[in-house]
């Protein structure tokens, strides 16, 4: 699964089609708990576009996380079928799974996930040493071509805690962007940050957005899903509702 990458100091082009992204039918996933059967996700069905900004809302337990992880190719649904770009994603390999996560998917986390020991410049360096055939030149490249998209051209070579909050987010977000991937998925991304910080970086992936990229981001503070232009709610692992956000 070759692909060629595409330095991040382009934006991709916001798509003017309706091209369908991500389908998922009926999608379920079930937890053996001793002998008691939890249903996680009870027949999911939604369609996500290129270029859309969806929020998935919902309360503990409803299933958002698990719906965040099947799309992310992180885990398997138990029922169901999950079409990534046209790709029924249950007929992948480990490898193709691998591949994937890599290079279609770009992760933005709550907790930053970056080596304390390493730089920003190293740590957003590392989904391009995993992806293979990259001359070490290029990596440093495309590494600094996406630090520099997120406003951290001064700060490439300062390690996690040399950084500020925000900015160690801002690490993560160049990360998730310097495989130009198809999606950012990013799970609670203010939820360790003040509010002034969030906003600042709701702001980076609203620029995202506009500039091509698909987000899907899940929250449970109802000012930052207002960011996206649609909003699905989850209950009890089904979909409560689906509908667009006001401000759009």
Do not use: W
């Amino acid at each position: 699964m070759s692909e060629t990458t595409i330095p991040v100091e382009t934006p991709n082009a916001p798509s003017s089609s309706d091209e369908v992204l991500i389908q998922v039918n009926d999608l379920s996933k079930i937890y053996e708990l001793g002998h008691t059967e939890v249903r996680a996700l009870n027949g999911v069905s939604m369609t996500i576009r290129k270029n859309e900004y969806v929020s998935i809302m919902g309360p503990s337990g409803s299933g958002k996380s698990t719906l965040m992880n099947l799309i992310g190719c992180l885990d398997s649904p138990s029922q169901g079928e999950y079409f990534l770009d046209g790709v029924n994603v249950a007929h992948m390999t480990d490898d193709e799974l691998a591949a994937v996560r890599n290079r279609k998917i770009g992760f933005v986390f709550q907790t930053f996930n970056l080596l304390p020991k390493s730089t920003a410049l190293r740590n957003v360096e590392l989904p391009l040493i995993y992806n293979g055939g990259i001359q070490k030149n290029q990596r440093k490249a495309l590494a600094e071509g996406a630090l520099k998209r997120v406003g951290l051209e001064s700060r490439m070579l300062h390690k996690p805690n040399e950084l500020s909050g925000g900015q160690r987010q801002r690490v993560a977000v160049a990360r998730a962007l310097v495989n130009n991937p198809a999606i950012i998925l990013a799970d609670e991304p203010t939820g360790n940050l003040d509010s002034k910080t969030g906003q600042e970086i709701m702001a980076l992936f609203d620029e995202l957005q506009q500039a091509g990229n698909t987000i899907i981001l899940v929250t449970h503070e109802e000012d930052i899903a207002l960011h996206a232009h649609r909003t699905i709610r989850l209950l009890d692992g089904k979909i409560a509702s689906d509908e667009k956000t006001g401000n759009h």
